[in-house]
């Protein structure tokens, strides 16, 4: 366990191997990395070992668990209870204790309680001193719902250590084929570091994850990465917000090392890094991706993993105006969404001016949208200056539409009715960009916070 380092922080996950095989790990997470090593831990070998979830010789038990009261909730099933059997008792001068736990029943599914176990209650009921008929008893009696309260018993859990059945779940990776969603193979007994440093951090991982235990964790490069499960939701969730806190605190210093890789950069020179994190795409299909977004004061630069150098960084997968850029906001975007609006208004009011080729009552001109002077269309004859013929401000806009294909229409509120602008292209562009200096116009009015 990492010790004396500020935010260091420890605990026993499970990390997805080869063939889908779920190894038991120590999760250790320090000031700039997230470990993981064998739970028993390196040179362990001849410490007796417990059996979880109805493994034989599997990981040891850290000392971190002995003689420590948990809980364990436990849902039964149809067939099989709890999963459990049980040995001691008052009348041999024993604690109750969980000497077998059945492979793929409802206790091995928690991944959270181990041969050697001392029962200490159930469901509230005190078991420390029952006997072992009345122990059978209170584990038969509760409903579908068990919850233990359990503490392990290390000088007791040697003498059940051959007494699980099921197969042998070891550190030391098997020759099973690889499957998508399993982290890489180990070195037996060898420990695998993620550095924080811009790491993606993610809940929404595949295989489908009902029970909502699933963690990813992978390193900027995309070289490293780590599938992890914990016992229980509350426990991922209390991970995932420890990592990504860890890993905030790094942010300034990336930021720091892109201005300066960005501003010697000729195709985005002089652009200020405002925010940098991990974005998801949607791809065709059902298929998605993760992508790096580095948020400029004028456009939204994506790269499938952090530019690790100049050249990198000055050939992003894409680029986006933020001037052009509309967005929607869900709640655990907010930062985003705030950072982007703030962006496209600083590229507003940068750009001052946007025109745009198109056709009016059969004529060809050209649509000109001025953040303070508004709405400008003319036309210019050969050999003939500019010709105006027609000029409104935003304040006289009373809407704006278009037909998701090629025309804009406006409304103005004068003779001339609603003004039907044939744009050639998708219009959409032109629509996000006249949301964009009205936002900027408000707020610069100070109308909004």
């Not at 605990?11 to 990395?33: H, I, K, N, Y």
């Not at 070891?170 to 007994?189: F, I, M």
């Not at 539409?401 to 039907?420: H, R």
Request: charged content about 20%; some cysteine.
């Amino acid at each position: 366990m990492a010790a004396g380092r500020r935010g260091a922080r420890s605990g026993l996950l499970e990390l997805r191997g080869p063939g889908g095989q779920w190894l038991r790990v120590l999760l250790t997470l320090s000031d700039d990395t997230l470990s993981v090593s064998p739970a028993d831990g390196p040179g362990s070998g001849e410490q007796p070992s417990a059996q979880l979830n109805g493994g034989e010789q599997s990981s040891g038990v850290p000392e971190a668990l002995a003689n420590v009261r948990r809980t364990v909730r436990v849902v039964k099933q149809d067939v099989g209870g709890l999963g459990i059997s049980i040995k001691g008792g008052r009348e041999n001068k024993m604690p109750i204790l969980i000497s077998k736990i059945f492979k793929g029943l409802a206790a091995d599914q928690t991944e959270a309680l181990y041969v050697g176990d001392a029962i200490l209650s159930v469901n509230g009921t005190d078991l420390s001193e029952a006997t072992h008929d009345e122990a059978v008893q209170a584990l038969k009696k509760t409903g579908k719902e068990v919850v233990l309260e359990v503490k392990y018993m290390k000088e007791i859990s040697p003498y059940f250590k051959n007494s699980a059945a099921g197969p042998t779940v070891s550190w030391d990776p098997s020759p099973a084929v690889p499957q998508k969603h399993s982290s890489p193979v180990l070195p037996p007994r060898e420990s695998r570091t993620v550095p924080l440093r811009m790491c993606y951090v993610s809940r929404k991982c595949l295989p489908a994850d009902p029970e909502h235990r699933y963690l990813e964790v992978c390193s900027a490069d995309g070289r490293v990465a780590l599938f992890l499960r914990a016992k229980d939701e509350a426990t991922a969730q209390s991970w995932l917000g420890a990592v990504q806190s860890a890993a905030g605190t790094l942010l300034p210093r990336v930021k720091d090392e892109l201005r300066a890789q960005l501003a010697a950069v000729g195709a985005v020179s002089g652009k200020d890094v405002k925010h940098v994190g991990w974005l998801t795409e949607q791809l065709p299909g059902a298929g998605t991706r993760n992508l790096l977004a580095v948020l400029t004061e004028k456009e939204l630069l994506l790269y499938s993993s952090l530019p690790q150098s100049r050249d990198a960084l000055g050939k992003p997968v894409h680029s986006y105006p933020l001037i052009a850029t509309s967005l929607e906001s869900p709640r655990e975007l907010a930062l985003w969404t705030r950072l982007l609006v703030d962006g496209t208004h600083g590229a507003a009011e940068l750009a001052q001016e946007v025109s745009a080729a198109c056709t009016w009552k059969g004529q060809e001109c050209t649509l000109s949208i001025h953040i303070d002077k508004g709405f400008t269309i003319s036309a210019t004859e050969p050999g003939l200056s500019r010709t105006v013929l027609l000029q409104q401000p935003f304040e006289k806009l009373q809407m704006s539409s278009d037909d998701g294909t090629k025309m804009l229409y406006l409304d103005f509120g004068g003779p001339e009715g609603e003004i039907q602008l044939d744009l050639h292209s998708c219009p959409k562009t032109i629509v996000f960009i006249i949301h964009s200096f009205l936002s900027a116009k408000v707020t610069r009015l100070g109308l909004l916070a």
